[in-house]
């Protein structure tokens, strides 16, 4: 009787547990933007009255638009809250407004480049859903009224939401001028558009974490309960995952002994192989000169008939000079002696591809026959040489 209370128990457990991670289920709501670039598009009004504050909404007189979307806009948003601008906007001084002071008489354009750092306030009053008020400070450079300044801005805006990626940007710059010279002054700007997100990288909000806490704690509890009842289980699965890693292991073994087999094999293949071309005779000059003797055509015609026989072999040919001579002079004969024994390769049909061919003048002396040493001529002519070392097998 007491098996089957207990047993009743671990269900009912079981069945609570599963109904309330069935509630706890994250949703769509349970997530927000960490960081994303934005892309801006809409039109700007410039207040460049010269009063900055007073009469700020007196659109008639001192606000100056086009008819057309005027203003763009570019940035990266970061997770800290941290966010960096670029902005460009178009615009122009109309008759009959008051610009710098005086009612302006000549249409005149406006251009502004501009760079911002702003912070969501969102993270300091929390999450507010569609609503992503922001405050800013940056550098621009503006040229308007015929008269061009840098600026330093100060902006304060929000955004609003209509889908995840689409809303809507209100914000108002204060541009104050680097230097007020040549009557320049200060001018508000103000701006609303459509923006973008794109690249966007989402985590969970605050509630949302604290459901997924609590969802990590009913799967524990479901995966404890679980879990009295699968040790056999596990223990056989764990006896099969060992049987088959002892498996890969062995697989793992042969393949590094075939590879080791594959690796000795092809060194021996090359050891043969170069000691056949050593078996052919060396190839020597006379002093001074770059012609091939017939010795060197025979050496050099076995060379051709191996590298013909084994299609896979490409070898190295080096041409050196002895000590005597100037350098300029020995590496000019060396290449003279590398190109002739070159072309000759080639021209008993073996494909260029399969010979590199380098000249070193008098750089590698076979014995101690440098310059100033007295050798004897059969010791000089050793170094007059072809050297041809087997590079692919």
Same mark, same amino acid.
């Given at each position: 009787?007491?098996?089957?209370?207990?047993?009743?128990?671990?269900?009912?457990?079981?069945?609570? =547990?599963?109904?309330?991670?069935?509630?706890?289920?994250?949703?769509? /709501?349970?997530?927000?933007? !960490?960081?994303?670039?934005?892309? %801006?598009?809409?039109?700007?009004? &410039?207040?460049?009255?010269?009063?900055?504050?007073?009469?700020?909404?007196?659109?008639?007189?001192?606000?100056?638009?086009?008819?057309?979307?005027?203003?763009? *806009?570019?940035?990266?948003?970061?997770?800290?809250?941290?966010?960096?601008?670029?902005?460009?906007?178009?615009?122009?001084?109309?008759? =009959?407004?008051?610009?710098? %002071?005086? &009612?302006?008489?000549?249409?005149?354009?406006?251009?502004?480049?501009?760079?911002?750092?702003?912070?969501?306030?969102?993270?300091?009053?929390?999450?507010?859903?569609?609503?992503?008020?922001?405050?800013?400070?940056?550098?621009?450079?503006?040229?308007?009224?015929?008269? =061009?300044?840098?600026?330093?801005?100060?902006?304060?805006?929000?955004?609003?939401?209509?889908?995840?990626?689409?809303?809507?940007?209100?914000?108002?710059?204060?541009?104050?001028?680097?230097? !007020?010279?040549?009557?320049?002054?200060?001018?508000?700007?103000?701006?609303?558009?459509? &923006?973008?997100?794109?690249?966007?990288?989402? =985590?969970?909000?605050?509630? %949302?974490?604290?459901?997924?806490?609590?969802?990590?704690?009913?799967?524990?509890?479901? +995966?404890?309960?679980?879990?009295?009842?699968?040790?056999?289980?596990?223990?056989?699965?764990?006896?099969?995952?060992?049987?088959? +890693?002892? /498996?890969?292991?062995?697989?793992?073994?042969?393949?590094?002994?075939?590879?080791?087999?594959?690796?000795?094999?092809?060194?021996?293949?090359?050891?043969?192989?170069?000691?056949?071309?050593? *078996?052919?005779? *060396?190839?020597?000059?006379?002093?001074?000169?770059?012609?091939?003797?017939?010795?060197?055509?025979?050496?050099?015609? *076995?060379?051709?008939?191996?590298?013909?026989?084994?299609?896979? &072999?490409?070898? !190295?040919?080096?041409?050196?000079?002895?000590?005597?001579?100037?350098?300029?002079?020995?590496?000019?004969?060396?290449?003279?002696?590398?190109?002739?024994?070159?072309?000759?390769?080639?021209?008993?049909?073996?494909?260029?591809?399969?010979?590199?061919? /380098?000249?070193?003048?008098?750089?590698?002396?076979?014995?101690?026959?440098?310059?100033?040493?007295?050798?004897?001529?059969?010791?000089?002519?050793?170094?007059?040489?072809?050297?041809?070392?087997?590079?692919?097998?």
């Amino acid at each position: 009787m007491k098996k089957i209370k207990i047993g009743v128990l671990v269900i009912l457990l079981h069945s609570i =547990g599963s109904v309330w991670a069935q509630d706890l289920q994250l949703t769509a /709501k349970d997530s927000i933007v !960490k960081s994303s670039w934005i892309f %801006g598009l809409g039109y700007n009004f &410039v207040d460049d009255s010269g009063d900055v504050f007073d009469e700020l909404l007196d659109v008639d007189k001192q606000w100056n638009a086009v008819a057309f979307p005027s203003r763009i *806009s570019i940035g990266k948003y970061f997770e800290s809250g941290i966010g960096v601008e670029a902005i460009g906007s178009y615009n122009k001084y109309k008759v =009959g407004k008051t610009v710098d %002071g005086s &009612v302006n008489l000549e249409e005149t354009d406006y251009y502004a480049v501009d760079t911002r750092v702003s912070y969501d306030l969102n993270k300091i009053i929390g999450e507010t859903a569609w609503f992503d008020p922001y405050l800013g400070v940056g550098l621009g450079y503006t040229d308007a009224n015929n008269k =061009g300044r840098g600026t330093y801005n100060g902006v304060v805006g929000f955004r609003t939401w209509i889908t995840e990626r689409i809303g809507l940007d209100f914000n108002s710059s204060g541009k104050w001028a680097m230097n !007020k010279g040549d009557g320049v002054t200060n001018h508000l700007q103000h701006a609303v558009g459509v &923006v973008y997100q794109f690249k966007v990288e989402k =985590g969970l909000s605050k509630k %949302g974490l604290e459901k997924q806490a609590q969802i990590e704690e009913v799967l524990k509890e479901q +995966q404890r309960v679980a879990d009295s009842t699968a040790i056999a289980k596990k223990q056989e699965e764990e006896a099969r995952l060992l049987a088959e +890693q002892l /498996k890969k292991e062995q697989e793992a073994l042969r393949l590094v002994e075939a590879e080791k087999e594959k690796a000795a094999a092809q060194k021996q293949r090359r050891e043969d192989l170069q000691a056949k071309i050593n *078996s052919f005779g *060396s190839i020597n000059f006379a002093l001074n000169s770059s012609y091939l003797d017939r010795k060197t055509k025979k050496t050099l015609n *076995s060379i051709a008939e191996l590298l013909k026989e084994n299609p896979t &072999v490409t070898v !190295k040919l080096g041409a050196y000079t002895d000590s005597r001579g100037t350098d300029k002079y020995n590496l000019w004969l060396s290449q003279r002696r590398m190109q002739r024994s070159l072309d000759y390769i080639i021209s008993k049909g073996v494909v260029a591809e399969k010979v590199t061919a /380098k000249a070193y003048g008098e750089e590698v002396l076979l014995n101690n026959c440098e310059d100033d040493v007295y050798c004897t001529e059969q010791e000089h002519s050793i170094n007059r040489r072809i050297e041809i070392i087997i590079d692919k097998i």
